[in-house]
């Protein structure tokens, strides 16, 4: 895992939260800083200046990293607009936006990318469009005041995910199951939801962590959770459940 530098104590927190989840992201993928210049069209340099808070990167540059790191950029893009709103009053970033967007653009074409990116003003109708209908304004209300907070954000956002799973927990060639995922790989990390979340929390709860209820979101309290078990499994704590906090979790 990359050793980081500190983020500018002036940097806005929803700003930070951004960073901070990309460098995540970055971290679990095992990409470098070259490797990510090549896969996106965006030069090292940027991207040093993004993963520090130095500049906010462009809409393009966030979906880019979601694809080449193989996950949804639905959630990224989301917390992308409410960081656009407080960088500088939104004027700055729109400028900084369309300015590298162009220069991303450009290394695509050269490389032959057809991915075409996207304008700062369309932000809001992607959104839009994701959340659909009567959950889209919830959904952007909540971005604005309380982002991604575990018991407000993260459950209404959800909305149509089950309010509880039961666990089911079960021993099999060696391995403690909880009958909500199979899974032995597949990343789970802070904002997700889901059966394979509650297998992550019914897994944590038998191993003496607490993540709170077993609800299917993977919020504050069951990212603290999976922190505890890393830290006992002496893994790299991040909060992010791989193949190795799995491998933990199921011993």
């Given at each position: 895992?990359?050793?980081?530098?500190?983020?500018?104590?002036?940097?806005?927190?929803?700003v930070r939260q951004l960073v901070?989840?990309?460098?995540?992201?970055?971290?679990?993928?095992?990409?470098?800083?070259?490797?990510?210049?090549?896969?996106?069209?965006?030069?090292?340099?940027?991207?040093?200046?993004?993963?520090?808070?130095?500049?906010?990167?462009?809409?393009?540059?966030?979906?880019?990293?979601?694809?080449?790191c193989g996950t949804d950029p639905?959630?990224?893009?989301?917390?992308?607009?409410?960081?656009?709103?407080?960088?500088g009053q939104g004027g700055q970033?729109?400028?900084?936006?369309?300015?590298?967007?162009?220069?991303?653009?450009?290394?695509?074409?050269?490389?032959?990318?057809?991915?075409?990116?996207?304008?700062?003003?369309?932000?809001?109708?992607?959104?839009?469009?994701?959340?659909?209908?009567?959950?889209?304004?919830?959904?952007?209300?909540?971005?604005?005041?309380?982002?991604?907070?575990?018991?407000?954000?993260?459950?209404?956002?959800?909305?149509?995910?089950?309010?509880?799973?039961?666990?089911?927990?079960?021993?099999?060639?060696?391995?403690?199951?909880?009958?909500?995922?199979?899974?032995?790989?597949?990343?789970?990390?802070?904002?997700?939801?889901?059966?394979?979340?509650?297998?992550?929390?019914?897994?944590?709860?038998?191993?003496?962590?607490?993540?709170?209820?077993?609800?299917?979101?993977?919020?504050?309290?069951?990212?603290?959770?999976?922190?505890?078990?890393?830290?006992?499994?002496?893994?790299?704590?991040?909060?992010?459940?791989?193949?190795?906090?799995?491998?933990?979790?199921?011993?």
């Open positions: 895992m990359s050793r980081w530098k500190a983020l500018p104590e002036s940097l806005d927190p929803q901070v989840h990309l460098r995540r992201l970055k971290d679990h993928s095992g990409l470098n800083l070259k490797s990510l210049e090549a896969k996106t069209g965006y030069s090292r340099s940027s991207w040093e200046r993004y993963l520090n808070g130095r500049n906010l990167p462009p809409s393009q540059a966030v979906e880019e990293l979601a694809r080449v639905t959630r990224l893009l989301a917390l992308h607009e409410v960081a656009a709103a407080c960088w970033a729109a400028e900084q936006e369309g300015q590298e967007g162009r220069e991303g653009q450009e290394r695509r074409e050269g490389r032959e990318l057809l991915l075409a990116p996207v304008p700062a003003h369309r932000l809001p109708k992607r959104l839009l469009l994701v959340a659909a209908g009567a959950a889209a304004g919830a959904l952007v209300a909540l971005l604005v005041t309380e982002p991604w907070h575990e018991s407000v954000s993260l459950a209404t956002a959800h909305a149509g995910a089950p309010a509880s799973y039961t666990c089911h927990i079960h021993r099999k060639d060696g391995r403690w199951y909880a009958g909500q995922s199979t899974t032995r790989d597949d990343l789970v990390q802070f904002g997700d939801t889901g059966p394979a979340v509650a297998e992550v929390q019914c897994l944590l709860k038998r191993a003496g962590f607490s993540p709170g209820g077993i609800d299917g979101i993977f919020g504050e309290l069951t990212e603290r959770a999976v922190k505890r078990e890393q830290t006992q499994a002496k893994l790299v704590v991040d909060g992010m459940v791989g193949p190795h906090t799995w491998a933990a979790l199921r011993a």
